[in-house]
């Protein structure tokens, strides 16, 4: 019988420094527990960035507004300030259902594009640039919406089919490694979407892997002018707000240089943050340009 008690007491204790709580161990089931041995998560990891950045957009797409609106953290000012940034009351009318208000411009509006075009957006969303790409290209034309969100996959297709467009598709993938082929894309388009991106000279090289000689990049983006606090770095809904994972606008000039990129710049907008945030205090701006190889 002792040997019994004092087996029953050993595993009991065996249980207790291990925090067992069951078939769960959920956060906080346990109790508190001692982390001084184990490493503290990098909250700014890559898997980590885009799972928080998925989260918010998987909401938006769900919940079928800008979550300015919805009380979370995304870029855009909402679906009602998309004319301030560059589109047309016809387009936003004719398009209402894909349109999220999570843009910084209209990138449609950058270039030319022209009839039997293949076109490639990078973040699609819920359509709404690809749409507008779709009418531009003709039926002789191609255009293919990418987005890591797979809420975001499912109701731009939802629309393509509402609105009718035979010639668009979209394919969850990541604009760091593209599910497109060398060489066989036209025009590479992208709304506030790169700077959502952790290594952003992947995604350029992606572009320019995808690109046919001659092609060309038609970007609105998010890029800093001075530099943003520790907290601000480390603040998930900036990030998601195309904010914290935002790179200085010189460096991300020069990375675009870096991998072949000739870099015309369209616009700058340094009114972004008033129109996004009511306010001034962040620095940064919607860069809006055109990038040739």
């Not at 925090?19 to 161990?25: I, K, L, W």
């Not at 843009?103 to 973040?123: A, F, H, M, R, W």
Request: hydrophobic share 35%; charged share 25%.
């Amino acid at each position: 019988m002792k040997i019994m008690y004092y087996l029953i007491l050993m595993c009991l204790c065996i249980f207790t420094q291990l925090n067992y709580c069951g078939c769960s161990c959920r956060p906080g089931c346990c109790g508190p527990q001692n982390t001084t041995t184990r490493p503290v998560e990098n909250k700014t990891t890559e898997k980590t960035q885009k799972e928080i950045i998925q989260e918010a957009y998987g909401k938006v797409a769900m919940d079928g507004e800008s979550c300015c609106v919805i009380g979370g953290g995304c870029c855009g000012g909402g679906a009602d300030l998309s004319q301030d940034i560059g589109y047309s009351k016809k387009e936003l009318e004719a398009l209402a259902e894909a349109n999220l208000g999570l843009g910084c411009g209209n990138p449609i509006s950058l270039g030319e594009i022209k009839q039997g075009y293949t076109v490639v957006d990078l973040g699609s969303g819920a359509g709404l640039d690809c749409f507008l790409a779709a009418e531009k290209v003709g039926k002789d034309g191609r255009v293919i919406g990418i987005d890591m969100t797979p809420a975001m996959i499912e109701k731009a297709k939802k629309n393509a089919e509402k609105y009718g467009y035979k010639n668009v598709e979209f394919c969850l993938g990541d604009i760091e490694n593209l599910p497109v082929s060398d060489n066989s894309v036209d025009i590479v388009l992208s709304n506030c979407v790169i700077n959502l991106a952790p290594d952003k000279k992947k995604v350029f090289q992606e572009a320019y892997r995808v690109l046919k000689s001659g092609g060309k990049m038609y970007v609105s983006d998010v890029v800093l002018l001075g530099k943003l606090s520790v907290v601000q770095k480390n603040d998930p809904k900036l990030l998601c707000a195309c904010v914290s994972g935002a790179i200085h606008r010189s460096n991300y000039i020069s990375i675009l240089e870096e991998v072949g990129f000739t870099v015309n710049i369209v616009e700058e907008d340094k009114e972004i943050n008033k129109k996004w945030f009511g306010d001034d205090t962040l620095p940064i701006e919607s860069f809006k340009y055109i990038a040739c190889i």
